[in-house]
Every structure is written in C-alpha cells, then in structure tokens.
C-alpha cells in the first residue's frame, strides 16, 4: 500500500511539473502516455523492439503519412533498448550471449567498420555506418536477447502477418486506382517520402518477408483463427507481389512457396504439380511482357543488362581493391569508374552478394556467405531440436517461417542491394533467439528425463498435483 502511495504521488507530482513548464492542456495526457509506455517497455522490452523491427521494414510511418510526426520509430527504439540495458544491469532478466551466426555477424562489422576509413568518399560510408549500420547492429543484438519467451515469437509472427498484410493492401490499392505507378504499371509505395518501398523490387522483398511467417499460420495453425488468418495474409501478399511486376520478387516467391510446399507434403509427384502450377499462373498474372523495362517493349531489356553492368563493376572494385572494397555506400558514387559501359545514370549493385564484394572486399564476401551459412545451419538444427517435442508446434511454425524468410531474401536478394538493410539482420537476430530457445528448454528436459530414469523405482518424484498419503 505504501509503495502504490508513493507511486501516485510521483506521478502526480510529475504531471503537476509538466502542465507548469507547459500550458497545453494535452501535456498530462501525454506524460501519462509517456508512463504507460515506459511501463509497457520495462514489462515487454521484445515487443518494442519487434514494433521498431516492424516499423523500419514495413515503413509503416511513411505509407501511413499520419504517423509521421508522431515519430514513433523514435520512440519506440529508444524505450526498447532503454528496457533492455534496465534488464541486462539491474533486473538481470537479459543474459547477452553470442551465437555462432551473431559471431560472424559482429565479424563482418568489424571488417566493414575497418573498411570505413579506406573508402574511397570517406564522408559516404562513415555516415551511413554512423547513422543506419550501429544502430542496425545494436538493435539485432538486443533483440535476439530480449526474444525469450513462446509469447515473444508468438507476437513477432503476429506481428509480421497484419504489417505485410496492410503493406499488401496499399499495394494492391495503388494499383487497382492507379496512384503512385513506377514505369506505369508497377505498384510502389510513399514515393512521396524517398521510402525504400518505392522501389517495386524492394515491395516485393518486404511482401515476400511476411509471406513466410503468413504460410507458417497457414501451414502449421495453432490457434483458432489462424488458418483463416494465414490464407488472408497469404492471398493478399500473393496479389500484392504480382502488382509489383517483380521479376526476383517472383523467383522470391516460388523458392518461398516450394520449400513450404516441400516440407509440408512429401509427395514429390505432388510437388512436382503444385509448384509449377502456382508458377504458372503468377507469371501471366504479372503480365511481365507489359512491364516498360523488361517487357515486350523493351528490346534490350535494360534491366536485366543494368544489373550485368553493375555485377561487372563489383567484380572491378574487387580486383582493384581486393581487400577493402570502395568502402561502405560508395557502390554507386564509383560506378562510373569500375564499369565497361557508359549509362545515363549511376547503379548500385542490385545484388546483396556483388554489393558486398565491390564495397567489402573479397574477405567481408566470405563473411558475408558465413553468416548465410550460420543462420541456415541454426535454423535446421532447431528445427530438428522442436520436432521432438510434440508442444513445440508453434515455436517449430515459427521456426519454418523464419527458415523460408532466408530463403526469399537469398533468393530475391540476389537481385537487390540490401546487405545492409533490416531483413537479413531480423532474421539473423530470430534465429540466434530461437537457437538459444531450443537447446536450453530441449536439452534441459532431456537431462529432467534422464535424471529421473536413473533414479531407483522407490526414489521416483511424484507427478505434480499428486496429494501424497
């Protein structure tokens, strides 16, 4: 009673405090928010991070233009790492650890962080490592920290479902009322605010992204509701993807949705007509042939020889600068130096593995592929681990999104310059979560099992519940 006292004496005190700096009559309405939301954060310090995780991929302050001055991304990061340290230092309900995919993850920073200082413009890599990459780094760790709990990733596929199914609304929207087109028939989002959406083939990414956590609802449902949710987000995701006319985001696609396919069903005579079909008819949904850049119009096909262009400049830089790369964010800047033809305009890479050789080097390349390497091998082995356990089918459902979510971006990345964007590093922060999960709840009721058979018959523990005589 005296602590709850005392509680609302601060807080009242504290909102007398700000209405006297502040005459607005919405101040203590707002320092209530304000407590509620550092309340919130010290109790689900995951779910403020995953709603940061949430708001710079999907963009969803920038396709939802109300949301901008609230700066909620702000917001939301600073009280979700803020929570984290509170809970590393002093609660101690955060225990840092490092796995091997994170390992490899704080290798690669190091060697792009070195690369820094001998990139060719110094001023384009240390602000884009400054600004964007430390605090992508920083948020990947406190995530995989904070994500300990079935409900954590419970939320995060939640989470992902109702974002990518929104961003798939707008999507479609745009497309059917013809707001906001690229090359005329492509369907982009808040070009108007340089969002990273505006690029087709970059929508198709994030949609693919949730479409792998929509399929795990649809695939391996837990919970009422959750198949009608997962065929929802799955319909609206697929007609969003064809409203981009992404040709990677359509390779993204099909490798999502036959390894889906494949692990659910082990007929492969059945594979064998599923996956084609569905092919099928998203190609000629796409309607690719009236695409103004790589459709029947284009008879050079720019795209597809801009992207050649821009894979044979990486390999220049690379064999200029074998070790370093041109440094961070310089791909584009050096473009014109490294490639054999001459365009109206500057490139990046358009590909997450020449990105990273023209502006890495060959070492931070094979650092790179580690860490893809690292995250596939976590995920199986996990995966593996929870289908032991016949009450793990969520955190196994859970487990397979993530897995189809690095298929996609290694397949639709290939065709993207987003080694240094929020997917990749989401994924790798779940599934390092995940890992620690499985083999501490797994391995940890495997030793409760084995402890208890080796105790003699008259020795056994008595089942919970159980009154003894």
């Known amino acids: 009673m005296n602590l709850q006292l005392l509680i609302?004496?601060?807080?009242?005190?504290?909102?007398?405090?700000?209405?006297?700096?502040?005459?607005?009559?919405?101040?203590?309405?707002?320092?209530?928010i304000?407590?509620?939301?550092?309340?919130?954060?010290?109790?689900?310090?995951?779910?403020?991070?995953?709603?940061?995780?949430?708001?710079?991929?999907?963009?969803?302050?920038?396709?939802?233009?109300?949301?901008?001055?609230?700066?909620?991304?702000?917001?939301l990061s600073e009280l979700g790492l803020a929570s984290v340290l509170w809970h590393m230092f002093l609660s101690r309900r955060v225990k840092p650890f490092l796995s091997h995919e994170l390992i490899a993850m704080l290798t690669f920073f190091a060697i792009v962080s070195l690369g820094v200082f001998f990139a060719k413009t110094y001023d384009l890599a240390y602000s884009y490592w400054s600004e964007n990459y430390?605090?992508?780094?920083?948020?990947?760790?406190?995530?995989?920290?904070?994500?300990?709990?079935?409900?954590?990733?419970?939320?995060a596929t939640y989470f992902i479902t109702f974002s990518g199914t929104l961003i798939g609304a707008m999507t479609i929207w745009?497309?059917?009322?013809?707001?906001?087109?690229?090359?005329?028939?492509?369907?982009?989002?808040?070009?108007?605010f340089g969002s990273p959406l505006s690029d087709p083939n970059v929508l198709a990414l994030t949609l693919i992204f949730s479409l792998s956590y929509a399929l795990s609802l649809l695939l391996s449902p837990t919970r009422a509701?959750?198949?009608t949710l997962g065929i929802a987000a799955t319909a609206v995701a697929t007609a969003a993807v064809i409203c981009t006319q992404s040709r990677g985001g359509l390779l993204a696609f099909v490798a999502v949705i036959g390894v889906g396919v494949a692990r659910m069903l082990k007929s492969r005579g059945t594979i064998l007509v599923i996956v084609p079909a569905v092919v099928a008819g998203l190609y000629f949904g796409m309607d690719l042939s009236q695409r103004v850049s790589g459709g029947d119009a284009d008879l050079t096909d720019e795209s597809a020889n801009g992207r050649l262009y821009a894979w044979q400049a990486a390999i220049g830089m690379a064999i200029d600068r074998p070790l370093t790369g041109v440094g961070m964010n310089n791909f584009a800047n050096e473009f014109y130096t490294y490639t054999p033809v001459w365009l109206d305009r500057p490139i990046t890479a358009h590909s997450i593995w020449f990105q990273v050789l023209g502006e890495v080097g060959v070492p931070g390349l094979l650092v790179f592929i580690t860490i893809i390497v690292l995250a596939f091998r976590s995920l199986i082995r996990t995966d593996r681990l929870l289908s032991q356990r016949a009450d793990a089918r969520e955190m196994q459902g859970f487990t397979s999104a993530t897995l189809l979510a690095l298929v996609g971006l290694c397949v639709g990345g290939s065709f993207l310059s987003q080694a240094y964007d929020w997917i990749l590093y989401v994924i790798l922060a779940m599934s390092a979560a995940l890992s620690r999960w499985a083999a501490t709840e797994v391995v940890h009721d495997a030793h409760q099992t084995q402890s208890r058979s080796s105790r003699p018959a008259n020795q056994q523990l008595a089942p919970p519940f159980v009154r003894l005589p």
Request: proline fraction near 6%; charged fraction near 10%; glycine fraction near 2%.
């Open 8 to 32: 609302a004496a601060c807080s009242a005190l504290l909102v007398s405090l700000a209405w006297r700096m502040s005459t607005n009559p919405y101040t203590p309405l707002l320092v209530v």
């Open 174 to 192: 745009n497309r059917v009322s013809g707001t906001g087109l690229v090359e005329l028939t492509r369907s982009a989002l808040a070009a108007e």
């Open 34 to 75: 304000l407590f509620v939301c550092i309340v919130s954060a010290l109790s689900w310090p995951s779910a403020f991070l995953m709603l940061f995780v949430i708001f710079s991929v999907f963009r969803i302050h920038e396709v939802l233009p109300v949301l901008q001055p609230m700066q909620i991304p702000l917001l």
């Open 134 to 155: 430390i605090k992508l780094i920083m948020i990947t760790l406190a995530l995989a920290w904070s994500m300990q709990e079935p409900s954590d990733f419970r939320s």
């Open 225 to 227: 509701g959750d198949r």
